[in-house]
T-cell receptor
Framework: DAGVIQSPRHEVTEMGQEVTLRCKPI?????LFWYRQTMMRGLELLIY????????DSGMPEDRFSAKMPNASFSTLKIQPSEPRDSAVYFC?????????????FGAGSRLTVL | DQQVKQNSPSLSVQEGRISILNCDYT??????FLWYKKYPAEGPTFLIS???IKDKNEDGRFTVFLNKSAKHLSLHIVPSQPGDSAVYFC???????????WGAGTKLIIKP
């Protein structure tokens, strides 16, 4: 397996534009997580899915952020409209079961810069 | 409120010596702890974990120690190698099966 695949690796956009980040989890993993990493706040969980269903989106900053998982092999995180404070590295991760004692496998991340 | 704290932003160690990375937590409900390693431009990768029923777990050059009474855990790397230079994150989980609480990370630099 190629691991968790994220695209794009880098995105530079202007304030107000729509941004879509993509993730392909490891095949067979039932859980998918979206994280954001910033210098100020470290790693923050934004949302997670179990069997394609969003379970907890309490970490999503505001209504400008939305995430979908239309099938077991694909998820998107959308920001519309984007703002400079959204600049961060966004990680997708997947796991076989819930976090508990299970290990998360992370993608390489998508570095977003909003000008 | 930081439930998981890594108080050293960075640590520099000579190659071949022992590296000790520390992590403190405040929530007594945490029952599983993990260390992840992160290289630049990559995602974090799992390194080693420990359950709260143990006080030590060893995997090759890596050993994690847990002191529940002090709410403290540490990661020992012996001997340290140049490839160990990375950012190390401590993470904890407890009563929920999805929420990993992360520390801010410690940047380890191994000097040749």
């Amino acid at each position: 397996d190629a691991g968790v695949i994220q695209s794009p690796r880098h995105e530079v956009t202007e304030m107000g534009q729509e941004v879509t980040l993509r993730c392909k989890p490891i095949s067979g993993h039932d859980y998918l997580f979206w994280y954001r990493q910033t210098m100020m706040r470290g790693l923050e969980l934004l949302i997670y899915f179990n069997n394609n269903v969003p379970i907890d989106d309490s970490g999503m900053p505001e209504d400008r952020f939305s995430a979908k998982m239309p099938n077991a092999s694909f998820s998107t995180l959308k920001i519309q409209p984007s703002e400079p404070r959204d600049s961060a590295v966004y990680f997708c991760a997947s796991s076989l079961e819930g976090v508990g004692t299970n290990v998360l496998t992370f993608g390489a991340g998508s570095r977003l810069t909003v000008l | 409120d930081q439930q998981v704290k890594q108080n050293s932003p960075s640590l520099s160690v000579q190659e071949g010596r022992i590296s000790i990375l520390n992590c403190d937590y405040t929530n007594s409900m945490f029952d599983y702890f993990l260390w992840y390693k992160k290289y630049p431009a990559e995602g974090p990768t799992f390194l080693i974990s420990i359950s709260s029923i143990k006080d030590k777990n060893e995997d090759g050059r890596f050993t994690v120690f847990l002191n529940k009474s002090a709410k403290h855990l540490s990661l020992h790397i012996v001997p340290s190698q140049p490839g160990d230079s990375a950012v190390y994150f401590c993470a904890a989980s407890g009563d929920s099966n999805y929420q990993l609480i992360w520390g801010a990370g410690t940047k380890l630099i191994i000097k040749p």
